[in-house]
Protein backbone atom coordinates (compact mmCIF):
# COMPACT_ATOMS: atom_id res chain seq x y z
CA UNK A 1 0.00 0.00 0.00
CA UNK A 2 1.36 3.47 -0.90
CA UNK A 3 0.82 6.48 1.40
CA UNK A 4 0.13 10.37 0.39
CA UNK A 5 3.64 12.03 0.29
CA UNK A 6 1.91 15.52 -1.05
CA UNK A 7 -1.09 17.08 -1.17
CA UNK A 8 -2.32 20.23 -3.08
CA UNK A 9 -5.32 22.26 -3.65
CA UNK A 10 -5.78 24.90 -6.45
CA UNK A 11 -7.81 27.48 -5.86
CA UNK A 12 -9.11 28.84 -8.98
CA UNK A 13 -10.34 32.38 -8.85
CA UNK A 14 -13.17 32.20 -10.57
CA UNK A 15 -15.73 34.89 -9.15
CA UNK A 16 -18.69 33.86 -7.06
CA UNK A 17 -18.69 30.53 -7.93
CA UNK A 18 -15.80 27.25 -6.70
CA UNK A 19 -13.83 25.33 -8.34
CA UNK A 20 -10.68 23.11 -6.68
CA UNK A 21 -8.38 20.99 -7.69
CA UNK A 22 -7.29 18.67 -5.49
CA UNK A 23 -4.00 16.93 -6.00
CA UNK A 24 -2.36 13.93 -4.34
CA UNK A 25 0.97 12.52 -4.93
CA UNK A 26 1.63 8.92 -3.49
CA UNK A 27 4.89 7.28 -2.35
CA UNK A 28 5.16 5.16 -5.35
CA UNK A 29 5.18 8.76 -7.44
CA UNK A 30 1.69 8.06 -8.81
CA UNK A 31 -0.51 10.97 -8.57
CA UNK A 32 -4.32 11.35 -8.52
CA UNK A 33 -6.12 14.42 -9.52
CA UNK A 34 -10.00 15.76 -8.42
CA UNK A 35 -12.49 18.38 -9.68
CA UNK A 36 -14.27 19.82 -6.73
CA UNK A 37 -16.94 22.16 -8.27
CA UNK A 38 -16.28 23.80 -11.79
CA UNK A 39 -18.81 26.87 -11.38
CA UNK A 40 -19.12 30.66 -11.54
CA UNK A 41 -22.30 32.95 -11.88
CA UNK A 42 -20.28 35.94 -11.99
CA UNK A 43 -16.95 36.36 -13.01
CA UNK A 44 -14.54 38.60 -11.17
CA UNK A 45 -14.01 42.45 -11.86
CA UNK A 46 -11.99 42.38 -15.52
CA UNK A 47 -11.29 39.22 -16.06
CA UNK A 48 -11.55 37.81 -19.61
CA UNK A 49 -14.96 36.19 -21.13
CA UNK A 50 -13.07 33.48 -21.66
CA UNK A 51 -12.12 32.93 -17.65
CA UNK A 52 -13.64 29.82 -17.52
CA UNK A 53 -12.61 28.08 -20.72
CA UNK A 54 -8.64 29.32 -19.45
CA UNK A 55 -9.61 27.42 -16.19
CA UNK A 56 -10.38 24.53 -18.02
CA UNK A 57 -7.15 24.63 -19.93
CA UNK A 58 -5.01 24.87 -17.44
CA UNK A 59 -6.69 21.91 -15.34
CA UNK A 60 -6.02 20.10 -18.64
CA UNK A 61 -2.33 20.79 -18.55
CA UNK A 62 -1.84 20.23 -15.12
CA UNK A 63 -3.64 16.97 -14.66
CA UNK A 64 -1.77 15.98 -17.70
CA UNK A 65 -4.93 15.27 -19.68
CA UNK A 66 -6.73 12.92 -17.17
CA UNK A 67 -8.87 13.39 -14.17
CA UNK A 68 -9.67 10.36 -11.46
CA UNK A 69 -12.48 12.23 -9.88
CA UNK A 70 -14.83 15.21 -10.31
CA UNK A 71 -17.06 16.24 -7.43
CA UNK A 72 -20.17 18.37 -7.69
CA UNK A 73 -20.39 19.49 -3.83
CA UNK A 74 -24.03 20.75 -4.38
CA UNK A 75 -26.20 21.85 -7.05
CA UNK A 76 -26.18 25.61 -7.20
CA UNK A 77 -24.94 26.96 -10.37
CA UNK A 78 -21.97 29.23 -8.74
CA UNK A 79 -20.39 25.22 -8.10
CA UNK A 80 -21.70 23.51 -11.40
CA UNK A 81 -22.30 25.96 -14.16
CA UNK A 82 -18.72 25.22 -16.26
CA UNK A 83 -19.87 21.78 -16.71
CA UNK A 84 -22.57 22.62 -18.96
CA UNK A 85 -21.00 24.75 -21.49
CA UNK A 86 -20.17 23.62 -24.42
CA UNK A 87 -16.43 25.95 -24.47
CA UNK A 88 -15.64 24.51 -20.95
CA UNK A 89 -17.77 21.03 -20.48
CA UNK A 90 -15.79 19.12 -23.36
CA UNK A 91 -12.33 19.94 -21.65
CA UNK A 92 -13.33 18.78 -18.62
CA UNK A 93 -15.38 15.57 -19.99
CA UNK A 94 -12.09 14.76 -22.62
CA UNK A 95 -10.21 14.93 -19.66
CA UNK A 96 -12.28 11.30 -19.21
CA UNK A 97 -13.10 11.42 -15.24
CA UNK A 98 -13.22 7.92 -13.49
CA UNK A 99 -15.68 9.01 -11.15
CA UNK A 100 -18.21 11.77 -11.15
CA UNK A 101 -19.91 12.44 -7.68
CA UNK A 102 -23.00 14.63 -7.42
CA UNK A 103 -25.59 15.48 -4.33
CA UNK A 104 -28.47 14.54 -5.09
CA UNK A 105 -32.04 16.19 -4.74
CA UNK A 106 -33.20 19.18 -2.82
CA UNK A 107 -36.87 17.51 -3.10
CA UNK A 108 -37.14 14.72 -0.88
CA UNK A 109 -40.35 13.82 -3.02
CA UNK A 110 -39.20 12.93 -5.68
CA UNK A 111 -39.47 8.99 -6.92
CA UNK A 112 -35.82 7.72 -6.78
CA UNK A 113 -35.87 7.28 -10.64
CA UNK A 114 -36.46 11.24 -11.04
CA UNK A 115 -34.37 12.83 -13.78
CA UNK A 116 -34.17 16.00 -12.33
CA UNK A 117 -33.64 17.69 -8.77
CA UNK A 118 -37.20 19.38 -8.68
CA UNK A 119 -40.68 18.63 -9.72
CA UNK A 120 -42.07 19.90 -12.84
CA UNK A 121 -44.61 22.47 -11.31
CA UNK A 122 -41.83 24.71 -9.15
CA UNK A 123 -41.55 28.27 -10.71
CA UNK A 124 -39.66 29.32 -13.83
CA UNK A 125 -36.29 30.33 -12.10
CA UNK A 126 -36.40 26.80 -10.16
CA UNK A 127 -37.16 24.73 -13.83
CA UNK A 128 -33.92 27.53 -15.01
CA UNK A 129 -31.79 25.61 -12.35
CA UNK A 130 -33.04 21.93 -12.96
CA UNK A 131 -31.76 22.43 -16.56
CA UNK A 132 -28.54 23.62 -15.33
CA UNK A 133 -28.53 20.53 -13.01
CA UNK A 134 -29.50 18.54 -15.64
CA UNK A 135 -26.57 19.44 -18.01
CA UNK A 136 -24.61 18.27 -14.94
CA UNK A 137 -25.94 15.19 -15.09
CA UNK A 138 -25.53 14.86 -18.95
CA UNK A 139 -21.76 15.69 -18.29
CA UNK A 140 -21.63 13.04 -16.09
CA UNK A 141 -22.93 10.19 -17.71
CA UNK A 142 -20.46 11.60 -20.54
CA UNK A 143 -17.79 11.11 -18.37
CA UNK A 144 -19.17 7.70 -17.30
Known sequence: MTDVKQASLRAYNVGF??????????????E?????????????RGAPATRMAD????????????LDMVVAT???????SGFGRADTGDIIEA???????QPWTEDPHLKPDARQPIADDRPAAHLALARTLTDMDSFARGAR
Open 17 to 30: GDCMLLRLTYTDDT
Open 32 to 44: RNVLIDFGSSQLP
Open 55 to 66: IAADIKTITHGH
Open 74 to 80: HRHSDHI
Open 95 to 101: LEPEVVV
